[in-house]
């Protein structure tokens, strides 16, 4: 028999051959080094994941690496947790892994749309950071549990179950990915003074120059910290109030609205840079990536991190039910090497954090590891994820270090029992 | 008419001719609609919708008193772009048809008014943001020339930036549909009241604005159903700080509260259905358009 008919037969040149089983070790290798579970390459080559989630999170540059690095093709497509959560409802086919904000998770896990990730399969959640799994801080404490924590909503009893377990099982309802502390961005050139508590939003200095978000939930929650700090009202949880609590609340933000205290209330990303850049607004609720890129435009724009403590968030991503065979392999591939490092650096240059410090760290400059984590003066000019220059050398993080920032937390993103009644009178809000 | 009885073939010609026309209205606009209806009466937790039948939906939309606030703030638009619509349409189609004689010229002039619509409405919409804000160009000139000391304020997130807005985006239905039917005046009728001794003022009340109604009409009908639909021209340009009925059931969507959103839609649909049967009421479009 000669070679070329073993050729035709076959339908494998060796070239072909040499290739696939290049292909194969690299596989291979790959999982030895990153971790994750051996796949075959023949199989999961041809899958394409449709990572669906906020543009914080669900970004190209990282889909694209992931992509090269696992050898079958994730896309990503941008949806606002809003939209995600409409989806993952109504339109469960059209995702395949969700990329959840705690609160909208915990509005929708209990459509049973998604499938809880098998931890065992997932190798690196040992190291991941006790902020998330264990919903314990640095010292070993319970976190604040006001609003949602993402350990309260992290783990379900059995593959089946629709609820949340109390406690840490084998099943987590989606794998923690990023999370940060939230303040305020101020723009220090503009105020010149030193801004140190949320009650400064309601500062009539400010008045006219001031923005919330206008995600209810959220908005919300930055205006109790700024009235619990000013003394005007005290909650039991702010992550859970009352109808009286909100009543209050919205009466004492309607009052300021009249008084004319807000400029704006922002709705995306890049109205709240705007709002900012352009000096219509001095202080308002920000995203960390939105102070980012107003500084990477060289505006002095700080984000401020104030006594009472941060407004934390985080998020996960969340395996869809109908993922199965070499899809869901492919799923839980791009889960482990989700966690070692690549993306938890790109995100560390927008501010966010990893849910496994370590990796992330380990792929950061020196410089960038202290600049973003461990709260020292940068020793060269600091560039965001994209290259643009937006800290100088000698600057120091706002807030401090990883420890200093997630260990203030004061309350977290969050649904309320009371949302549908908070909803209507934040639209009340928004007309008065 | 016997021939038509006559002939079966003949019989099916008018409704295979508005076949294709009831095909796209009964699947896009008359399922969503009715989809729309029920869902306004069905239960929700949340999560998954329950065919019962409730009026839970409505009298949480009818009890609040945002509803109505919202609904009030919307007409207000509405109404304040309607006039200033009308006013610019008319003056701009009047200028159009009776003092420009040469035809070229005309429809040069014409197609000028269409200019910024070749652009998307989004950006017609976000090119004022850096032209009236607070440290924008018109800002700026005002006290680059020292007519003012502090920048104005409510030019930009504010009503005014809002019907501003409208008024821009939306003149152009109004000048179409006028520009149309003055143009269908006869100039002799003109000729004979200026001869029968009419002065201008006479001419306007009694012969252009009369035979110009059924454009004002349609273009009313137009720029009601835009304003009375838009939640995003109000939530860019009042920088959030106003709500329309719409952004009001966007809030609600967005938090999957379909039930409630739906129940206002439906309210939404009367009020609009009132509006324009009243302004058919007022000039018969048909008859008018037949002429």
Redesign the interface.
Known sequence: MSSSRTKSRSGISRRDLLKRSAALAGAAAGSSIIGAPMVWAQTTKDVTLNWVGPSFSVIADIAAKASADLGFTIVAQTAET??L??KV?NQPETVDIADFEYWGLQ??Y??GNLQPVNISKIKQWGDMTPLMRDGKGFDGKDLSRQGTLPFEVLYTESADSKDYATGATGFATVMPSIYNADTLGIRSDLIGREVSSWSELFNPEFK?KT?LV?I??IGIMDAAMALESSGQMKYGDKGNMTKEEIDKTVDALIAL?KAGQ??????TFD?SV??MA???VVIQSMWSPAVTAVKARGIQCVYQGLKEGYRGWGSGMGLMRHLDGPKLDAAYAFLNWYLTGWQGAFIARQGYYSSVPETAKANLTENERGYWYEGKAAVEDIKDPYGAIMDKAGAKRDGGSFEQRMGNIACWNTVMDE??YM??R???F??? | MSDRSSAPGRLLTPYLQVAPLAFLMITMVGIPLLTVVLLSFWEFDGIAVYPAFTFDNYAEVLQSPVTLKLFLATLKYALITLVATVIIGFTCSYFLVFYVRDLRIQIALFLLCTIPFWTSNVIRMVSWIPFLGREGLFNSALIELGIIDHPLDILLYSDFAVVLTYIHLFTLFMIVPIFNSMAKINPNLIEAARDAGASPFQILRDIIIPLSKTGIALGSIFVVTLVMGDFFVVRVMSGGQSASVVSAMKNNIDQLYYPVASAMAVLLVIVVLLMVTAILRVVDIRSELAR
């Open positions: 809003t939209q959560m409409a409802v509005k929708v209990r459509a006219g923005a206008n209810p939930s609205k807000f400029r704006a209330f922002w709705s109205e705007n709002l352009a000096g219509e949302d549908r909803i209507q934040w639209n009340e928004i007309s008065a």
